[in-house]
């Protein structure tokens, strides 16, 4: 065999890899956006592996680019950062489960609707793993449960966010699935500019996990949806 073609090998290995990582105590969000920079960039070389990163913020908003001013009700009551991701105004704390995911779409799929497409395909994987059936609506970002309370009518609570931004067909930002977050901080603000509905977290829907067992269903659902092999499993 070849040293070209060991070479050639060795690149599709390393291609296909995805280097999960995880921070146990939360992270500061300029922090996390300078390093999701960084490795953005290191990955369009293919200096880095693409990688997920788990976390969790101390409380804080984000304004995304399509963010409406009028929809930061209290811009006192937390942190308020101008990022470059798609979408409008969010909440990011303790209890909630932030995923930035760091993709080449060279790699797999040049589509970057079929790339939030399977962003939702992810998470609504994830949370029937945890006995939660998510669903997608047309016109309003992010995963959704349909609930109702006794003697109360059906409503729709959003139970997952998502935000992206994509420069030189590498992905960064990503996903926020509320586990246990103090659900009275979206009050600051307009959710994702939706107003109408409400939010829920995992706790609140009467499923008591942790961050061990949510971040076991978003691996288990990533292999999924997205391959091991460097390919988008979803095609739809």
Same mark, same amino acid.
């Given at each position: 065999m070849s040293l070209a073609t060991l070479s050639d090998q060795a690149n599709r290995v390393f291609r296909s890899a995805v280097d999960w990582r995880h921070s146990d105590a939360p992270v500061d969000y300029e922090t996390a956006v300078a390093e999701m920079e960084r490795l953005a960039g290191a990955i369009h070389k293919r200096e880095e592996p693409e990688t997920i990163w788990l976390l969790e913020h101390p409380p804080l908003?984000?304004?995304?680019?399509?963010? &409406?001013?009028?929809?930061?009700? =209290?811009?006192?009551?937390?942190?308020?950062?101008?990022?470059?991701? @798609? @979408?409008?105004?969010?909440?990011? @704390?303790?209890?909630?489960?932030?995923?930035?995911?760091?993709? &080449?779409?060279?790699?797999?799929? =040049?589509?970057?609707?079929?790339?939030?497409?399977?962003?939702?395909?992810?998470?609504?994987?994830?949370?029937? *793993?945890?006995?939660?059936?998510?669903?997608? *609506?047309?016109?309003?970002?992010?995963?959704?449960?349909?609930?109702? &309370? =006794?003697?109360?009518?059906?409503?729709? &609570?959003?139970?997952a966010a998502i935000g992206v931004r994509v420069r030189r067909w590498v992905t960064f930002h990503g996903i926020a699935l509320n586990v246990e977050p103090d659900l009275s901080h979206f009050d600051g603000i307009v959710p994702c500019g939706i107003a109408g509905h409400g939010v829920t977290s995992l706790v609140d829907l009467g499923v008591p996990v942790g961050m061990t067992e949510v971040d076991a269903a978003l691996k288990g659902a990533f292999e999924e949806v997205f391959g091991g092999s460097g390919e988008m499993a979803l095609r739809d």
């Amino acid at each position: 065999m070849s040293l070209a073609t060991l070479s050639d090998q060795a690149n599709r290995v390393f291609r296909s890899a995805v280097d999960w990582r995880h921070s146990d105590a939360p992270v500061d969000y300029e922090t996390a956006v300078a390093e999701m920079e960084r490795l953005a960039g290191a990955i369009h070389k293919r200096e880095e592996p693409e990688t997920i990163w788990l976390l969790e913020h101390p409380p804080l908003y984000t304004a995304g680019t399509s963010a &409406d001013t009028a929809d930061l009700l =209290q811009p006192d009551r937390f942190p308020v950062h101008r990022t470059g991701r @798609g @979408g409008e105004f969010t909440y990011h @704390g303790p209890g909630q489960r932030v995923t930035y995911v760091m993709l &080449d779409l060279s790699r797999r799929r =040049q589509d970057v609707r079929a790339y939030v497409h399977a962003l939702e395909e992810w998470l609504i994987r994830a949370l029937d *793993r945890l006995g939660v059936e998510g669903e997608r *609506r047309e016109g309003r970002v992010g995963i959704w449960v349909r609930r109702t &309370d =006794q003697g109360e009518p059906l409503r729709e &609570d959003k139970v997952a966010a998502i935000g992206v931004r994509v420069r030189r067909w590498v992905t960064f930002h990503g996903i926020a699935l509320n586990v246990e977050p103090d659900l009275s901080h979206f009050d600051g603000i307009v959710p994702c500019g939706i107003a109408g509905h409400g939010v829920t977290s995992l706790v609140d829907l009467g499923v008591p996990v942790g961050m061990t067992e949510v971040d076991a269903a978003l691996k288990g659902a990533f292999e999924e949806v997205f391959g091991g092999s460097g390919e988008m499993a979803l095609r739809d």
